[in-house]
């Protein structure tokens, strides 16, 4: 089946810093990726779906120019954590869709300090 | 908008005894519903899903649901469960056209020797 490489799988980085996590479809073009966030016992919860070569759309109550989302290809979407705070800390997941279909990356989980 | 309750976290169970995910959802149109499996360290994989047609669906690894439209409920069943089946699993809705699924809490099944 398709393949969702998400990188890197466990981050930690210093408050105020930003990150970057990658989301790559190995074996297939996709057209539209889907950004979500899972806080500890919770759902997991849509961010924002990105589409290749246009702008991302967000979800209500997540901030654009915080979870900066870039899809310049159709086998790369990058989540950028900007200015990263220890609220933040979440375990973020990516999915390519292919068809109807969507093929979920392993996820990242996030620590910020 | 659409809900989804996975009333149980935590579901022990002894290898070879049958097993039930509970998922409920809440929605005021007509949905598609999803079971996804995560294994440790991997990305979330579908189960099955149910659409349209016959209420009970097969999925893979000998799972199946019942979509049971009065009751609002879409439960996971397994006749009989190996320590593979070990893993977190998530109940999603999806209501329209699109890909943008609500997620359960989702349930960790554990199996015992």
């Known amino acids: 089946g398709a393949v969702v490489s998400q990188h890197p799988s466990r981050v930690i980085c210093k408050s105020g810093t930003s990150v970057k996590i990658e989301c790559r479809s190995l074996?297939?073009?996709?057209?539209?990726m889907f950004w979500y966030r899972q806080f500890p016992k919770q759902s997991l919860m849509l961010m924002a779906t990105s589409n290749e070569g246009s702008k991302a759309t967000y979800e209500q109550g997540v901030e654009k120019d915080k979870f900066l989302i870039n899809h310049a290809s159709l086998t790369l979407s990058t989540l950028t954590v900007t200015s990263a705070h220890p609220e933040d800390s979440s375990f973020y997941i990516c999915?390519?869709?292919?068809?109807?279909?969507?093929?979920f990356g392993s996820g990242t989980q996030l620590s910020v300090l | 908008a659409q809900s989804v309750t996975q009333l149980d976290s935590q579901v022990p169970v002894f290898e070879e005894a049958p097993v039930e995910l509970r998922c409920n959802y809440s929605s005021s149109v007509s949905v598609y519903l999803f079971w996804y499996v995560q294994y440790p360290n991997q990305g979330l994989q579908l189960l099955l899903k149910?659409?349209?047609?016959?209420?009970l669906v097969k999925g893979i690894n000998g799972f199946e649901a019942e979509f049971n439209k009065s009751q609002t409920s879409f439960h996971l069943r397994k006749p009989s469960v190996h320590i593979s089946d070990t893993a977190e699993y998530f109940c999603?809705?999806?209501?329209?056209?699109?890909?943008?699924?609500?997620f359960g809490t989702g349930t960790q099944l554990k199996v015992e020797l």
């Open positions: 999603a809705v999806r209501t329209g056209g699109g890909n943008k699924l609500t």
């Open positions: 074996d297939f073009q996709a057209t539209t």
């Open positions: 149910y659409l349209s047609g016959s209420t």
């Open positions: 999915s390519g869709q292919l068809g109807e279909k969507l093929f």
